[in-house]
């Protein structure tokens, strides 16, 4: 019943709800900061506040439960999520008819297996969403293959990972990279380290041979996978370790204690590369992909 009313509630408000508080919401929802999505929307932190605090008024309650470390969608928050995302849509859409914009057309998006089964479908959704007309055909390959692939001409925009300070133009924004295995992980103390690798050219496999080379530690090749889908296996298995990128963990796997005397894999950089010229429909992809993972750290 609780939830039946929440519901009819929210439906209620989203006919009157103002889109720029509904954008303040869904940055602050998608980067869990106040500070972070101030800077994605170009306004002061106060502001954005401001906004969270009249749709709170306008929910009829709190939309996020806010402490000194983190910030974290209420039962009501989650359920304003959809609601929100629907208005900014609708306002989107009505303003391209109104101007007589619609794009449409085909982009060639390259993008690294990580972020393919993470954020990418999110990101495909609200494409989807907001340009029905765009078609994508989408290459999952090693971030090293897709950056050879956008320098021949052959995709128009490609999601990847690089080693720090390497490429051509700034970042999307750097991670931190973490040792990852599973509960039935296990490392013997004076063996080598169980490495599970993908082939190469691998960004996240050199990062990690180099920071246990650096410890004068010994490793081994407990596994060679050229999937995701095989990395998750092996690791959950407990057959290695292999090093990620923090927000990309996948769910069935975790983040190792340091006291396993792992060294730090150091960071890696998020890259957006596109193809000289390219506009239309790799623009707009290009335009919501940085909006999830621009810097917001």
């Not at 800077?39 to 932190?45: A, E, I, P, S």
């Not at 090693?142 to 050879?148: E, G, H, N, P």
């Not at 133009?169 to 039935?184: D, K, M, N, Q």
Request: charged fraction near 25%; glycine fraction near 10%; include cysteine.
């Amino acid at each position: 019943m609780t939830v039946l009313t929440v519901i009819v509630n929210a439906d209620r408000m989203g006919r009157m709800l103002d889109p720029r508080l509904c954008r303040s919401f869904l940055a602050v929802a998608e980067t869990r900061s106040f500070t972070a999505a101030a800077r994605r929307l170009g306004v002061g932190q106060p502001t954005v506040s401001q906004h969270i605090r009249r749709l709170e008024g306008e929910a009829g309650g709190l939309l996020f439960a806010r402490d000194t470390h983190a910030v974290d969608l209420t039962a009501r928050g989650q359920a304003m999520l959809g609601f929100a995302q629907t208005i900014v849509d609708t306002e989107e859409r009505a303003a391209r008819h109104f101007r007589g914009v619609e794009v449409r057309g085909r982009v060639r998006f390259g993008c690294s297996e990580d972020f393919a089964l993470g954020v990418l479908p999110e990101i495909l959704r609200r494409l989807r969403r907001s340009h029905p007309l765009v078609d994508v055909e989408l290459h999952v390959e090693l971030s090293d293959v897709l950056a050879q692939r956008i320098a021949e001409g052959r995709l128009d925009l490609v999601l990847g990972k690089r080693r720090p300070g390497t490429g051509h133009g700034p970042p999307l924004r750097r991670e931190p990279l973490v040792w990852i295995g599973s509960e039935a992980t296990a490392l013997e103390p004076g063996q080598p380290v169980p490495l599970v690798q993908y082939p190469m050219p691998s960004v996240t496999r050199q990062l990690a041979v180099e920071a246990l080379e650096r410890a004068g530690l010994e490793w081994r090749a407990a596994c060679l996978t050229s999937s995701l889908t095989g990395l998750r296996a092996a690791a959950a298995a407990g057959l290695g370790v292999t090093v990620h990128a923090r927000s990309l963990v996948p769910a069935d796997l975790l983040a190792l204690p340091t006291g396993l005397g792992l060294p730090d894999p150091g960071e890696v950089e998020f890259m957006l590369l596109s193809r000289d010229g390219a506009e239309g429909p790799a623009q707009t992809l290009a335009d919501f992909v940085r909006a999830k993972l621009g810097t917001d750290s």
